[in-house]
């Protein structure tokens, strides 16, 4: 990469003094140093022009691209293509026009005061994301450290985890690490006080009796809001299981409801993605808040509007799931798309929409039938739910 004029380098809290040879080289021979004005501090006099990198960051990219034809060093924090900036920076230059060095980063740094062992331990960035992040993996015993926005973060980090019933758990605060006067601040959730300053991640060992997610499909009902418009657990547990999601992959959820299925396809992997369609606004608007709350609607769009008019908004998914408004027109459409098909119906009219295909286009018929026990007089007995009928094609 000797032809690259930019360089990015990873700093740590102790500055210049603190990175390798390769690193201080480049910042010596550099034209200009662009880098936000926190690490700009830390670089000593020199003949080098300094650029403080502007708010909002991708302001910044235009400027950077204007100073081609000069040796420019870009210093961000740590290792920047760990929830940093240097993903951002590398996909708007060619892959010649760039080299990268990256320092320690805060988590290993955190893992390394700490004792934990980086590979079991979760790592999130949520100093530019909502806490609900969390939600997916909070359970005990499980280990998270993640950045923060600043340090009245730390007063909702504790609040959040208290509310949804992990106050029990140990978070440890640490400032300034790397710097050498680190400082480390230990609590429970429910009663840990202090006034915290950036920078600073926040270290958690997740502990309390607050409802956990699976790590399977068919998480529990009552954690989507609902109308009763909702493909119950057993159902749609064996609905997720038929859709089959790998990781990257697009799902569409036609008829969203609650949303329950987009819900939990996004719940399976952190990369994946769905388009929900949901042509009431008030079920459409409950999907968003269930997404939110289970910490992803950031990979979640909604679609308000009838199918299939509504579905030509959307980009072409690797699967579709049909769970409300069935009809010709719609199967039709869908079936139309180079995507695995899962569709369920519940009355007569839909089973025979769903045979109907089946004969047309292959696939697989299956009939779910569901007893649940029930009081019957003083004893007790079956209870059924009314039958679903899926039909599935894999192409």
């Known amino acids: 990469m000797s032809e690259a004029w930019l360089t990015i380098v990873g700093m740590g809290e102790d500055g210049v003094a603190g990175l390798g040879a390769r690193s201080q080289a480049a910042l010596d021979a550099a034209d200009v140093i662009m880098a936000p004005p926190r690490h700009l501090a830390h670089v000593p006099d020199g003949p080098a022009e300094r650029v403080e990198w502007p708010v909002p960051f991708a302001d910044g990219i235009a400027l950077l691209a204007s100073l081609r034809g000069q040796r420019v060093v870009v210093l961000a924090s740590g290792d920047p293509f760990w929830f940093g900036a240097g993903s951002v920076i590398a996909r708007s230059f060619g892959r010649e026009e760039w080299r990268a060095l990256p320092g320690p980063s805060c988590f290993a740094l955190a893992a390394a005061e700490l004792g934990w062992a980086l590979e079991n331990t979760i790592c999130l960035g949520l100093h530019a994301a909502p806490l609900e992040r969390l ?228 696939g697989t018929l299956m009939r779910i039938e569901l007893s649940q026990s029930a009081p019957l007089g003083a004893k007790r007995g079956w209870s059924r739910s009314y039958p679903v009928v899926q039909w599935s094609l894999v192409r």
């Open 135 to 362: 939600r997916p993996v909070l359970s005990p015993g499980v280990h998270v450290i993640t950045t923060l926005r600043d340090g009245d973060a730390v007063t909702r980090l504790c609040s959040y985890l208290s509310k949804h019933g992990f106050g029990e758990s140990a978070v440890t605060i640490l400032e300034r690490l790397g710097a050498g006067d680190t400082k480390v601040t230990t609590g429970t959730a429910q009663d840990l006080k202090g006034q915290f300053a950036h920078p600073l991640v926040a270290a958690i060992d997740v502990a309390g009796d607050g409802p956990a997610l699976t790590v399977v499909s068919g998480q529990r009902d009552d954690l989507f809001a609902s109308d009763g418009q909702i493909t119950k657990r057993p159902v749609r547990a064996i609905t997720l299981s038929t859709l089959a999601p790998h990781p990257g992959e697009h799902l569409w959820d036609v008829g969203g409801g609650s949303g329950s299925i987009a819900l939990e396809w996004l719940l399976a992997h952190p990369s994946n993605r769905a388009t929900a369609f949901e042509m009431r606004s008030d079920r459409a608007a409950r999907i968003l808040s269930n997404a939110e709350t289970l910490g992803v609607g950031h990979r979640l769009h909604v679609i308000e509007g009838a199918a299939p008019d509504a579905l030509a908004e959307a980009k072409v998914p690797d699967a579709v799931f049909v769970g409300g408004g069935l009809s010709q027109v719609l199967l039709d459409a869908v079936t139309s798309l180079p995507a695995r098909i899962v569709a369920n119906a519940v009355t007569l009219e839909g089973e025979a929409l769903l045979a109907h295909a089946q004969a047309s286009h292959g």
